[in-house]
């Protein structure tokens, strides 16, 4: 079937504007994950949902960030007043519901703020 | 803080060498483990994992890993590597009371010569 699938791939945006990232998950995942991969930060986590719920959002850097999850499918992450350090590849990922299922990756949207 | 060491940032190798990654990891509870890799140009995948039972994995394309619970590790290993494991290598822990979430090492380069 077909994978983790994000968009759009490569976004160059203004500093100061506000960006949406978009992430569909594997069918059948409960669990859905957002990753940020940047120079100097390595991979971090952001934000976990179970389903519509986000029960771990200690990953996310600050009050600009926020996403949500509908229909326990799709999910959408927002940067609002998006600034300079935020340029890094965000990652989606989704697993089965459970402990220690294998994630999934997708191929990342590539923001970067002039 | 929880967190994950990778010792070797840019590992050369030529054709048919041994190869040892290191992983460790800060966290005293119990602990899923991951390796995933992320060939160039390639959405991160999975490489192996461990939850339990026989501290060696083995995984895909010849590598395994042994957990030392003593030591907190969780190398990597391939006794003889090829061109076409040039990749970057990422160690990753999930606590387990942490729901699926990833903790990710700064990621390993490893470049193989051909």
């Known amino acids: 079937g077909a994978g983790v699938s994000q968009s759009p791939s490569n976004k160059v945006t203004e500093k100061g504007k506000d960006v949406e990232l978009r992430c569909d998950p594997i069918?059948?995942?409960?669990?859905l994950y957002w990753y940020r991969q940047s120079l100097g930060q390595g991979l971090e986590f952001l934000i976990y949902?179970?389903?519509?719920?986000?029960?771990?959002k200690s990953g996310l850097p600050s009050d600009r960030f926020s996403a949500e999850r509908t229909g326990g499918s799709v999910s959408t992450l927002t940067i609002q007043r998006t600034q300079q350090e935020d340029s890094a590849v965000y990652l989606c990922?989704?697993?089965?519901?459970?402990?220690?299922?294998?994630?999934?990756f997708g191929p990342g949207t590539r923001l970067t703020v002039t | 803080a929880q967190s994950v060491s990778q010792h070797n940032h840019h590992v050369i190798l030529s054709e048919a060498a041994s190869l040892e990654l290191g992983c460790n990891y800060s966290?005293?509870?119990?602990?899923?483990l991951f390796w995933y890799v992320q060939y160039p140009g390639q959405h991160l995948q999975l490489l192996l994992k461990?939850?339990?039972?026989?501290?060696l994995v083995k995984g895909i394309k010849g590598f395994e890993a042994e957990f030392i619970k003593s030591k907190f590790s969780f190398n990597l290993r391939k006794p003889s590597v090829q061109w076409s494991d040039t990749a970057e290598y990422f160690c990753?822990?999930?606590?387990?009371?942490?729901?699926?979430?990833?903790?990710f090492g700064q990621g390993t380069e490893l470049s193989v010569k051909p």
């Open positions: 461990y939850f339990s039972g026989d501290p």
């Open positions: 069918s059948g995942h409960t669990a």
């Open positions: 990753a822990v999930n606590p387990y009371n942490q729901g699926g979430k990833l903790i």
């Open positions: 949902f179970q389903g519509n719920s986000a029960p771990d």
């Open positions: 966290y005293g509870g119990t602990v899923n």
């Open positions: 990922a989704s697993s089965l519901e459970g402990l220690g299922y294998e994630q999934y």
